[in-house]
């Protein structure tokens, strides 16, 4: 009890003469440092512009949401590769592709196979038949069904066996396009020229641009020529 009283006396002579305000001062001050410390310290929030959406952003999001499906485009055909080559078959390749990628595609040509009878930069075409020829072999040409409606029948439009020769004018070489009426050594060495300069033909009788070929030449070989 003593020990308490003597305790109290002497936090009573501090105050005393320390002086209340000057406590109170202090106090004070130190609540001041330590909010000043807890502000300087804390976590700032977010800035508001985060919450605000960007114009740009949303913009984007609309043209996407609004663009048409894109259509698939043709990129591959299908061409029988024959003749002179180590493994003749079906082959299908990229849009743009040439005679020298069916070769490849092929197996490559035999030994026997006279490429130099072949434009081997010809673009390939969607259906067609490449057919690499052997050395002093005779001109290769297909030969297919040709009929005409009459009174809704078919009927083999001549020869007795209904066949009809047809060379194909985009692939067919100097020999075989000399197998076409009216068509020489001069008429198909102009018929190569022109295609190796502005591609293949869409029709048969753009034969007409080609130099020495008028109507009445292109009627003799309309039977007998097509594209592919």
Partial sequence: MKLIDATLVKIKTTIIWFGLSRLIGSVLSLVAVALAGWWL??????PP???IPIAGTVTTLSVMAISPPTTALI?????HIAGAVKTP???QFHLGARINDGVVAAGGATTQADLDSVNLATLLSE????????RNEKPHVLVQPRFTNSNNSTSPENSSNGLKMSININTATAIELEQLTGVGPSTA????EYREKNGAF????DLLN???IGPAKLSEILPQARVS
């Fill in 41 to 46: 310290l804390r976590v700032p929030p977010p």
């Fill in 49 to 51: 512009e985060d919450s």
């Fill in 75 to 79: 990129t591959e055909i299908t061409v």
């Fill in 89 to 91: 078959g079906i082959y």
């Fill in 127 to 134: 259906g067609e038949q490449i057919y690499i020829p052997k």
């Fill in 189 to 192: 060495k102009a018929i190569i």
């Fill in 202 to 205: 869409k029709t048969v009788e």
């Fill in 210 to 212: 080609v130099r020495g």
